[in-house]
Each structure stands twice: as structure tokens, then as C-alpha cells.
């Protein structure tokens, strides 16, 4: 267990934005990825900002908020359409490593599905549009789902979201991806989310 302390520290500490400034890379974890020119890299403190905002639907829960911070950890990176702070939803791109532990050899799917019934009970008008499939992530097996939810936020607006997660593992790790934008994808385009899935490369 402390080695895969260490591992995910280093991992947090030895990205680079490349020659690029579109591309991030972390050798330690062997993960890049380039966004659209036009998108911004959010920094830890701005995703720790992003989290504080979250509510869950009308009510000021205070220990929702709490549960929000306790299990959400720093990403890998992070990447937002429009500059802070935009007011609407800001289409959001996200990647996380994390150990495997007892799930080592599950099926991503099932990993997926393991987590469901959380975000049932966290966010309202919660509907599962596609329910965990098969897909395939930098040439390595994957897992798939999108949720479709109402996200309220401090000031009494509800915005109609569109959730999708990946699940890739590799090794004894798995990066789990997450992208947000509008179910009318009026303030961003899923196109961007999946051009910069696809520009993701995970080493072997």
C-alpha cells in the first residue's frame, strides 16, 4: 500500500506540458493527452472551486459538500472549454488514476456498474442513457456509460447535464475519465470531448 502512495504522489508531481502548449504528458503515469486549442488546463485549485460550487439539487448540504471533498481527489488533469468564470455549464474534461486494489481483474464494466447507485442517489431527474458497454480507450480495454442529470447550483439554476465516464484499466491502476458538458450541448460540443478522448495515449 505505501508503494502505491508513493507511486501516485510521484505521479502528481512529475507531469509536463510538453513543447506543445495543447499537450500534457505524465511519464510516471505514461499518459498524454492534447486538447483543442481554444480549451483552458484548470489548475488544482480551480478544480477544488469547481467541487465547493457542487450542490446537490435545491438543498444547501452540508454534508453532501463534504462527501464532494472527502472522495474527490486531485486529478491527473483537468481541462475546461471557457475561462473561469463562466457562467453557464462549462463543458469539463477529467482523468484520474487510482489503484485497483480488489478490483484487480474486473471487468470495467463492472466497475462501472459498481458505482451507479451512487450517482443515482446524488443528482435528480438522474437517467442512464447508456448503461456500461465495451469500448476501447488509446488501444486498451475499456468501459463506457453516460448519464444524463439536473445539476443545481447555489443560485437556485438548474442545468440539464450530460455525464460520461470511462474506465481503463492497466497494470495494477485504472484511469477513470469523466467529461460534463450541456444535454444541448448549447455552451460546448461533445465532439470536443470525444476529439480529445481520442487524442489519448496510454503507454502499455
Same mark, same amino acid.
Given at each position: 500500500?505505501?508503494?502505491?502512495q508513493?507511486?501516485i504522489?510521484?505521479?502528481y508531481s512529475s ?14 503515469a505514461?499518459?498524454?493527452?492534447t486538447?483543442?486549442?481554444?480549451w483552458?488546463?484548470i ?11 457542487t450542490k ?5 448540504d ?8 472527502k472522495?474527490?481527489?486531485?486529478p491527473l ?6 475561462p473561469?468564470h ?5 463543458p469539463t474534461f477529467?482523468?484520474?488514476?487510482k ?8 471487468d470495467?464494466k463492472q ?5 451507479l ?11 442512464l442513457?447508456?448503461p456500461?458497454m465495451?469500448?476501447k480507450?488509446s488501444?486498451l ?19 440539464l447535464t450530460?455525464? $460520461?465516464?470511462w474506465?481503463?484499466?492497466?497494470g $495494477? ?7 460534463g458538458?450541456?444535454?444541448? $450541448?448549447?455552451t460546448?460540443?461533445?465532439?470536443d470531448?470525444?476529439k ?6 496510454l503507454?502499455k
Amino acid at each position: 500500500m505505501k508503494f502505491l502512495q508513493i507511486f501516485i504522489l510521484a505521479v502528481y508531481s512529475s507531469f509536463v506540458f510538453a513543447g506543445n502548449p495543447n499537450d500534457f504528458e505524465s511519464s510516471m503515469a505514461g499518459f498524454k493527452v492534447t486538447k483543442p486549442t481554444t480549451w483552458k488546463f484548470i489548475t488544482v485549485d480551480e478544480n477544488l472551486e469547481n467541487v465547493k460550487k457542487t450542490k446537490k439539487n435545491k438543498l444547501n448540504d452540508t454534508e453532501f459538500k463534504q462527501y464532494m471533498l472527502k472522495y474527490s481527489t486531485v486529478p491527473l488533469v483537468a481541462i475546461m472549454k471557457h475561462p473561469e468564470h463562466f457562467d453557464d455549464l462549462n463543458p469539463t474534461f477529467r482523468v484520474n488514476i487510482k489503484p485497483l486494489g480488489n478490483l484487480d481483474g474486473a471487468d470495467p464494466k463492472q466497475m462501472l456498474n459498481l458505482i451507479l447507485p451512487r450517482f443515482k442517489t446524488l443528482f435528480q431527474d438522474f437517467n442512464l442513457v447508456q448503461p456500461p458497454m465495451d469500448t476501447k480507450v488509446s488501444g486498451l480495454n475499456a468501459a463506457y456509460m453516460r448519464m444524463n442529470y439536473s445539476l443545481m447550483i447555489p443560485d437556485g439554476r438548474k442545468f440539464l447535464t450530460a455525464s $460520461e465516464l470511462w474506465i481503463v484499466p492497466r497494470g $495494477e491502476f485504472f484511469f477513470m475519465i469523466g467529461a460534463g458538458t450541456r444535454q444541448d $450541448e448549447k455552451t460546448g460540443s461533445r465532439k470536443d470531448i470525444y476529439k480529445i478522448l481520442s487524442s489519448v495515449v496510454l503507454s502499455k
